[in-house]
């Protein structure tokens, strides 16, 4: 029995050799579109923590405080959680909490478009809220009220989300007013300092009781954890 066979005609080279060009095209314009998208990826990362070296040499430097001690410091272990404010500063003595019986209270921010947000007392996760450092000052008191908030990169700021609520924070400049509504009284504050500082430096949760004061910290450069950015205020009325 016969098998039939079927004779197909190639291209023409010159069909084959077009056809080749175009695919080493679109695989060249395949790795330039990557390596665009990669860069601009980078820079949306990296230029935003330059911009903040570059312009923010305004903020003073803090010697580290005495009670520092020569534990880790935050960045060296990988395992440390960011979320709770006590991993911030390492070296921070256990303040003994001071007593109230309110949980939370509010927070704003106009400058920054900051509205109530919920600042929960001794709390542990900054994702959910902002953070009052426990032991510090009830607002209102004399001492340092101290209040702790996550930031990230700025292009992602989102005042109403707690995870990038601190991200604008180096915005701050003296003279700036910040808004505090604790059991049913609203205490105004002034911007009177700002300050940047290493994870080592626990200066910032001692307690002055020269005035009533209020602190807030988040880490800089936004989206990294190198430093520590305190915007450092004065109770100017009631």
């Known amino acids: 029995m016969m098998v039939p066979y079927c004779y197909l005609k190639s291209a023409p080279l010159g069909q084959q050799l077009a056809q080749q060009r175009r695919i080493t095209f679109l695989l060249k314009g395949f790795s330039v579109l990557a390596l665009v998208v990669g860069l601009v990826l980078i820079s949306n990362a990296a230029l935003p923590i330059l911009y903040y070296e570059l312009t923010n040499s305004r903020f003073t430097q803090r010697l580290v ?24 500063f390492p070296d921070a003595p256990v303040l003994p909490p001071k007593p109230s ?14 509205e109530e947000a919920i600042v929960r007392i001794g709390g542990e996760d900054l994702m959910k809220s902002l953070i009052h450092y426990p032991g510090t000052a009830l607002p209102g008191q004399y001492g340092n009220t101290v209040i702790f908030g996550h ?17 604008t924070l180096p915005k701050m400049e003296e003279g700036d007013e910040i808004l505090v509504d604790f059991d049913g009284i609203q205490y105004r504050y002034v911007v009177r300092k700002i300050v940047e500082t290493k994870p080592e430096d ?10 009533q004061w209020l602190s807030l910290v988040t880490c800089v450069p936004p ?5 520590r950015l305190i915007v450092w205020a004065q109770l100017v009325s009631i």
Do not use: C, M
């Open 151 to 167: 930031s990230v990169l700025p292009q992602f700021f989102n005042p109403k989300n707690y995870k990038t609520i601190f991200s």
């Open 223 to 227: 989206g990294t954890y190198l430093r």
């Open 65 to 88: 405080s005495p009670l520092a001690s020569q534990g880790i410091i935050l960045g060296e272990e990988s395992a440390v959680d960011y979320s709770n404010p006590k991993s911030w």
């Open 101 to 114: 019986k309110i949980t939370h209270y509010n927070l704003s921010v106009p400058k920054l478009k900051i």
């Open 202 to 211: 626990v200066a910032v949760l001692e307690q002055r009781y020269d005035s």
